[in-house]
């Protein structure tokens, strides 16, 4: 009988940080980093078998700490350990749409309905419907020769045709020494491939260490290629789009204080984007916000296809409740799912919410190791690790020709909106638009309460050519234009609060109404509006056209309270065509009676009128 391995033992506890010692010997495994283990409790007789899955943080000879993704209570010196030899891992395959997953890839939904509302603990499920069968067409024949992240076939998942990869960790080519078609769960074998040194079985998931980006082999191997960002994506909220464009495989962070609507926010980006898939990471957040995201998405209708919502989201979901460990895993569990999807040449949109909360728990987990501190007390490494993480977003040329592409956007939670802090000002190094939130526009129900004074977003210029094309030209000109007059505006509304209306010229009061037009009408949109929730493209042209003509005139008034009521009036009109769909009469009655309205105050000339403007070219 072969004589039992060696196994590493736990020396020392503290919270879910737990260091092992490996026995001396040759015969014992080496440990490596971020491997994943599993202690076997002995104390708790409740628990008997239990197996608590942690990850190999640091190793030090044949000493290693490790954290635990779960509550450490009953684990004393002395436990056994088991060592895996894989890395914290991903499974990836068709069935992953419309669930729900805890930060290590469980099912909860699953759980909860085998063990109940509270879980114990080391319970395990696998991430993919082991029963459930897919139908497999495939898109290569026997002798064909295939390499890393090849099309072997597909199966129906939803409204998206769900390629079947070869593995991403093959190297060099191999020859498909088989290969069949029809119904078959993910973990039942389809095809076989000669890699010359043997034959390797494959199906139609696969599992992907969720620490590396999945296209890392097939870039070192020129299989895919990245691609610059050239399309924006529509989110269909006028501010983003036309002030503040995020380009599809962009990068954007939204920052902001306790109660601005990031969540809020989010989910409608989430429901009415352009894009093919979306992975909403609750990694942190305050579980009364995960279940109204967990019980409103099913319920919500997909604008593209009419079916729920949920039927194109995953949601990896790990709150502020859940073990610190496991919030620190979420993301990149999100991310490798979302990489996987792009993989197949569709457009993902992954939302992480709050990353925040994700650098508090490595905090807490570098604090437990003594590392050196930085600011705050945050790992000093929290630069690079917010840098490596936005990095995986990106537009992939994939091996068939096919464009695909990942777009990351990250909450930020600064305490008390303080934008200095070290977790946004790394993220605002890392990301190239930035939708900072203002407490006080929330605070007077502005919807999105982004904060046009103080966001910015390096892809507006990156776009210019996209929007001459399809918007029209000198588009990008004209919103610098409308964003000039919103600085403007702000700098007279400052003097009034100091010396009141009658300290400023007619002059800049009108500079400040046409500011204050541009900002409740077209920054602004009612989320509770079935027609202004969402404004598509074509919409917002139209729409910003028309506040262009009327904000680059010339006007002319008598008194202050003439031009206040005048816009007071054009608001009034603006709001009612926001909530009228073009198809209607009232539309186009709508908007002859703005004209209307501004004609009758309209400068006669650029020289007439003591609120006269220089014309727009």
Not at 91 to 114: C, E, I, N, T, Y
Not at 424 to 442: C, E, M, P
Not at 517 to 546: G, M, N
Not at 603 to 617: C, L, N, R, Y
């Amino acid at each position: 009988m072969a004589e039992e391995q060696p196994r590493p033992r736990v020396v020392a506890v503290q919270d879910v940080l737990v260091t092992l010692e490996q026995p001396e010997g040759e015969a014992a495994a080496p440990m490596r980093k971020n491997e994943v283990v599993h202690i076997h409790p002995r104390r708790e007789s409740g628990e008997d078998g239990a197996a608590l899955k942690g990850e190999i943080l640091r190793v030090n000879g044949r000493r290693a700490d490790a954290q635990i993704y779960e509550t450490t209570r009953g684990v004393s010196v002395g436990d056994p350990v088991t060592q895996t030899g894989e890395m914290l891992s991903a499974s990836l395959g068709p069935g992953m749409l419309g669930r729900v997953f805890d930060g290590l890839q469980r099912p909860l939904q699953g759980l909860a309905d085998r063990h109940g509302t509270f879980l114990p603990r080391g319970v395990e499920m696998p991430a993919l419907e082991p029963e459930r069968r897919w139908t497999f067409q495939a898109s290569v024949s026997r002798g064909h020769r295939v390499r890393a992240g090849d099309h072997l076939g597909s199966v129906r998942e939803g409204a998206i045709t769900h390629r079947v990869f070869a593995p991403f960790d093959l190297t060099g080519e191999a020859e498909v020494a088989w290969i069949e078609e029809g119904a078959f769960t993910v973990n039942e074998p389809i095809a076989g491939l000669d890699t010359g040194s043997g034959q390797r079985t494959v199906g139609m998931a696969q599992t992907w260490p969720v620490r590396t980006p999945l296209p890392q082999q097939l870039l070192a191997q020129r299989r895919v290629k990245r691609v610059y960002p050239e399309t924006p994506l529509a989110t269909t909220i006028r501010l983003i789009d036309t002030f503040f464009p995020v380009a599809k495989g962009g990068t954007a962070c939204i920052p902001g204080p306790f109660g601005a609507g990031k969540t809020v926010l989010q989910n409608l980006i989430a429901r009415y984007a352009d894009v093919d898939v979306v992975v909403v990471v609750a990694c942190g957040e305050r579980a009364g916000e995960v279940v109204e995201t967990l019980t409103e998405l099913p319920e919500l209708t997909d604008p593209r296809t009419g079916a729920s919502l949920m039927d194109r989201t995953v949601i990896v979901c790990n709150t502020s409740s859940m073990p610190v460990a496991a919030r620190e895993s979420s993301i990149y569990t999100g991310l490798t799912i979302g990489e996987y999807y792009r993989q197949m040449g569709l457009d993902v949109l992954v939302m992480a919410d709050s990353t925040s909360r994700w650098a508090q728990a490595m905090r807490e987990t570098s604090g437990r190791l003594e590392e050196i501190p930085g600011e705050e007390a945050f790992p000093a490494y929290l630069d690079s690790t917010i840098k490596a993480v936005y990095e995986r977003a990106g537009v992939l040329e994939t091996p068939h020709g096919e464009h695909g592409s990942l777009t990351l956007m990250g909450t930020v939670s600064p305490a008390g909106g303080n934008f200095e802090e070290p977790v946004t000002q790394s993220t605002l190094a890392s990301v190239k638009a930035f939708l900072g939130l203002s407490s006080d526009r929330a605070y007077k129900r502005y919807y999105p309460a982004i904060d046009p004074l103080i966001s910015w977003t390096r892809y507006r210029d990156q776009l210019r050519a996209w929007f001459d094309e399809q918007m029209r030209a000198g588009w990008t000109e004209r919103v610098k234009r409308m964003t000039r007059l919103l600085s403007e505006g702000e700098e007279v509304r400052q003097m009034m609060e100091v010396t009141g209306e009658e300290g400023i010229t007619l002059a800049d009061y009108v500079t400040y109404q046409k500011a204050r037009l541009l900002d409740f009408v077209y920054l602004q949109q009612d989320a509770f509006d079935p027609v202004d929730v969402s404004v598509p493209l074509d919409r917002q042209r139209e729409t910003f056209e028309l506040l262009h003509k009327l904000l680059t005139r010339g006007y002319t008034f008598d008194t202050k309270a003439d031009a206040r009521e005048t816009f007071n009036r054009l608001i009034q009109l603006f709001t009612n065509l926001n909530a009228t769909e073009r198809q209607a009469n009232a539309y186009s009655e709508l908007t002859e009676k703005i004209e209307a309205l501004a004609n009758e105050h309209a400068a006669a000339s650029e020289s007439t009128g003591t609120a006269s403007e220089e014309a727009a070219p």
